[in-house]
């Protein structure tokens, strides 16, 4: 990981959990489940956003996921963008724990004018996370890790959501900054003499690591029930330093990237 990125990363990780000494209680909801054991939540996840990073035309994916939850045990507040995360420390507006996401992949099909260039396949990123509540309506989180399959590089997002509870309803929005080191950069971003010689269109581009994005996450969730819950967000980023200066962003792609998503919840008694 290049000196920039780590030196980003040790800034905004103590940012994000630098706070009062007496924590908040975070915003929650309440899950009423009748249950002995644990409770799951089962969602229907649709998303619609740039095909691959630095794309200017969307793609759809629509995917289930599935957590759980002790009986008792406080349901936070989860923001729209965050990874699969599962604590392994909860201590009142604290939380510490294990982090995944998925990445998809960059191919031809997605757009012909990537001709040349190397595909891309999906990556999986497991990590780690943080978060803090210094007061009951605001939220810090940090998630640090490390690509596989698609890329090996290391990434890391850092948000704050503010979050009122109005009813059954739940409003989120907050600030977003990423980073990545220079083989994340390389892989999305970068174009090697070979590939910029079989294209024609764009020329060699080597980026450095550092800041990726900066953007905004707006979230709202009503709660139909204690079982039902939609969720309807919307995601901006703005890619900036050597990821919006890529040709492959210049010439095909934009430094906007917008995503829009919808999520339903289910929760009910697992049995376990």
């Known amino acids: 990981m290049s000196s920039t990125v780590l030196s980003g990363l040790v800034v905004a990780a103590g940012f994000a ?3 009062p000494a007496s924590a908040a209680d975070p915003v929650f909801t309440s899950l009423n489940v009748a249950s002995t054991g644990w409770i799951a939540t089962v969602k229907g996840n649709l998303g619609a956003g740039p095909r691959y990073p630095g794309a200017d035309d969307f793609g759809f994916i629509a995917y289930p996921s599935i957590s759980f939850s002790r009986v008792g045990t406080v349901q936070r507040f989860s923001a729209p963008d965050d990874g699969l995360s599962f604590s ?33 396949n999906w990556a999986v990123e497991p990590g780690v996370f943080v978060e803090y509540w210094p007061v009951a309506f605001l939220r810090a989180r940090a998630e640090i890790r490390r690509g596989f399959n698609g890329h090996e590089g290391f990434v890391a997002d850092f948000g704050i959501d503010w979050v009122q509870q109005y009813g059954a309803f739940t409003v989120s929005l907050g600030p977003r900054l990423s980073l990545a080191d220079s083989e994340f950069m390389q892989t999305y971003f970068g174009v090697t003499p070979f590939e910029a010689s079989l294209n024609g269109l764009v020329t060699p581009y080597k980026p450095s690591g ?12 009503y709660n139909w029930s204690d079982r039902w819950s939609t969720t309807a967000f919307v995601t901006y980023k703005r890619l ?28 009910f008694d697992s049995g376990l």
């Open 17 to 19: 959990v630098v706070a």
């Open 88 to 120: 392994v420390l909860e201590d009142s507006g604290l939380r510490v724990g294990v982090v995944g996401r998925f990445q998809g992949g960059r191919y031809l099909k997605d757009d012909r004018k990537l001709f040349g260039l190397d595909k891309i």
């Open 210 to 221: 550092g800041i990726e994005s900066v953007g905004a996450t707006a979230g709202v969730t």
């Open 240 to 267: 900036v330093g050597d990821a919006a200066d890529s040709p492959i962003v210049k010439r095909f792609g934009s430094e906007n990237q917008i995503g829009l998503g919808l999520t339903v919840s289910y929760s």
